[in-house]
Each structure stands twice: as C-alpha cells, then as structure tokens.
C-alpha cells in the first residue's frame, strides 16, 4: 500500500448538534474512574498516549491496488477482471462425478467455474445470497448517504494540541463527518434525507463548500433553512455565522474546495442475513450485513468476516475435512453473527437515539455523552470495540 496515501489520526470531537455537548475520542483520556473536575496535572491530550493511532484513513482505490498486487505476488491465483457473473446454478450428477451441491458459475466471457466454496463477497445485493435462498432482513432509514473528497484550508488537521483529528456531529437528520487524508484533504460522508441530498448535489461548487463548513457550524434550524433555498447558500452562510455562537476550537478547518467528480449519495440501510453459511456458500461483508456509516464500522466487520473466515478454512484444509461442508463452515457463522449483530443493533440504536429533537431525550442523551467524556475507562472501552480488540 502507499503508505503516503495513508492518513492515521488520532483525535476524534463528537458534539450534539442540538445540545453542544461533546466528547473526545483520545487514547490520552481513556482511562480512569469518572471525573468530574478539571485536571490539575499534565492536560490529557499532551501525554504519550494521546498520540497513539485511533484508526487509518485512506481511499478505496489505494486498499484495492495493493490486494491486487499481492494476489500477483502470491501466484497460483486466477482472478477476472471485467467480467460479470450471468448466473449461478447447481451442478449435475453424470457417471464417475456428483456436482449436484456444487455452485456453477457462467461468466460474461463464456467460461463456466465450479466451486468447492463460494464465498459471497458481492455487496448488499448479493447475487450468492439469493442463489443459496438465505432471507436477509432490516430496514431502510429513509435517509441519504452524501459523500465527497474536500480541500482544507491548512495542510493537515491537527488540532491545538498537534493530534490529527477527525469530526462528527450529529444532526436531527443525521450525523455528517469530516475524516482526515492526507495532504490538506480529507472525506466527507453526511447522512441526511433523500430530498436534502438531492438538493446538495444540485448546488454550485461555491453555495456546497458552504453548506459543508455550515454543517459544522450553524445551528439546526439555519441548515434546514439552508436547505429549502436554491441558491446563495454561500451568502447565507457569510451571514448567519456572525450570529452565531460556537466553539471554534471544535470544528474542522473550513472547506475550500470539493474535488470534481467525487461528490456523491447512496440510501443508507441496516440489513443483517439470516445466516452467512450455507453447503458449499459463505457470506462476508455487505453480503452478510448493511450497517449505517455513522460508526465507520463496515469495512471494518468486513475485514473481521475476511479474517475469520480465512482462519475457518485454513483449520479444515489442515484436518483434511470439505472446506465448503456446512459443518466445516459452522465456526464462521458462530464467530461473525453474533459479535456483527451486536455492532448492527448499538449502531441502529444510536442514530434512532440521534433522530429525535423531543428536550427530554436531548437532554438525556447528552448527560449520557457528557458521562463518558469524563469516565475515561468507559470511553477506552468504547474506543477498543470499536477498534475490534
């Protein structure tokens, strides 16, 4: 991978958009009983943990070329580039052979591929999943996932004390982030309804940048104005900020630009399959599971399944057993299911918890983020399960 297009942080601010409370996401503070005055020794954010990596940044296509350069360097590997699955069905019993519980797979290039195991890899509309008759069920949140590559104004984002950050906040309509890449750049993904999204991705480059730096810093009420505007945006942002009150030492640096081409949107939705094996068939990723980005924790429970899974085959090839025998698959299932549905419902409950403006529940919820800013144990357990360890 090149490790220059590769942006650690270690940093994250959380903030209610409606309350203002906050939390943040530091080794550095994540450890001790509940505290409820201010430290009078070194400040958190300046001790040796606060440097210690929360988490990697990088684009897809870099993650992608280097899997493909290590498929060349591993050799005795065959993959197909541009080439489409046309249909996937059970093989036949013919005399001296029985494929009648192997998958057989027709490709666009005329070539047929039997497989001792098929593994499901192939997204949230999976076609595996559908040929092995495995139910997937969940919901849609009726909202929108708009997501794009940004400028900075400044050459990285780190913070008063030197820790690269990243920043989220968390809307009535749902939660926008600002990750950090390298170079002055960094990735947006905002969750929002279906009719603000659209109307985002009609804007001028000018009234978007904008709306992006007033994400993070108007109140509600002035975005979802914002929002029922066709134009001006800019102006509206230039004269709203005088008038409002925010901590600046909160948000990221303001958006200068939205790279072309990268702005884009996606329906957002929580999808969990009713089980991820079957004879001769294993689901992994969005396959198996469609979880809500608000936690940026897809790729990575992908990556888990990919591990598991990997581990799973290796002790059946060494036992010499079927690796695509449901038994030999059983583990997978039992190791993935349950700690991913643990993920899916936490998740699923936090953005319901985030949709709601009733005073009582904002209230509640950010005496609830305000305890875990001050109970750094509890946030370092947060921060590890989120981590995966």
């Known amino acids: 991978m090149a490790h220059d297009r590769v942006q650690p ?143 900075l104004d400044g050459s990285d984002m780190a913070n008063k004390h030197g820790q690269i950050t990243a920043y989220q906040r968390f809307l009535p309509t749902g939660p926008v982030a600002l990750l950090p890449l390298p170079n002055g750049f960094a990735s947006l ?30 109140s509600s009420v002035d975005l979802q104005y914002m929002h029922t505007v066709s134009d001006g945006q800019a102006d509206e942002l230039d004269w709203r900020e005088q008038h409002t009150s925010y901590d600046r030492t909160l948000v990221p640096n303001r958006v200068t630009e939205v790279l072309e081409g990268t702005l884009a949107s996606f329906p957002l939705r929580m999808r969990h399959a009713d089980t991820y094996v079957g004879e001769r068939v294993a689901l992994a990723g969005d396959a198996a599971h469609t979880i809500h980005p608000l936690a940026g924790q897809g790729l990575n429970l992908g990556l888990a399944d990919v591990a598991s899974l990997a581990s799973v085959i290796g002790d059946a090839t060494s036992q010499g057993s079927d690796i695509g025998s449901t038994l030999a698959l059983e583990p997978y299932a039992s190791q993935r299911y349950a700690a991913n549905h643990v993920m899916l419902g936490a998740v699923d409950k936090l953005h319901k918890l985030y949709s709601f403006e009733s005073a009582p529940i904002v209230a509640a919820r950010s005496l609830g983020l305000g305890l875990v800013e001050r109970w750094g144990g509890l946030k370092g357990l947060l921060m590890g399960r989120a981590a995966g360890s």
Request: charged letters at 20%.
């Open 189 to 218: 993904v905002w969750s929002t309804t279906p009719s603000h999204a659209s109307r985002l991705k009609t804007l001028s480059s000018q009234d978007l940048v904008a709306m992006f730096n007033a994400a993070f810093r108007l």
């Open 9 to 151: 942080y270690n940093c994250m601010n959380v903030w209610d958009g409606i309350s203002g409370e906050k939390i943040t996401f530091d080794w550095g503070t994540a450890y001790g009983l509940p505290s409820f005055v201010p430290s009078m020794v070194t400040p958190p954010q300046t001790r040796p943990q606060a440097r210690r990596t929360i988490a990697h940044m990088t684009e897809n296509t870099n993650l992608t070329s280097a899997l493909l350069r290590r498929l060349e360097e591993l050799g005795k590997l065959q993959y197909f580039s541009k080439t489409r699955v046309e249909s996937i069905e059970l093989g036949e019993e013919g005399e001296n052979y029985d494929m009648r519980s192997w998958p057989i797979l027709q490709l666009s290039t005329g070539e047929t591929l039997a497989a001792r195991l098929l593994v499901g890899a192939d997204g949230p509309n999976s076609a595996v999943r559908s040929f092995n008759g495995i139910e997937s069920h969940g919901w849609d949140y009726e909202r929108h996932g708009v997501v794009a590559t940004l400028r």
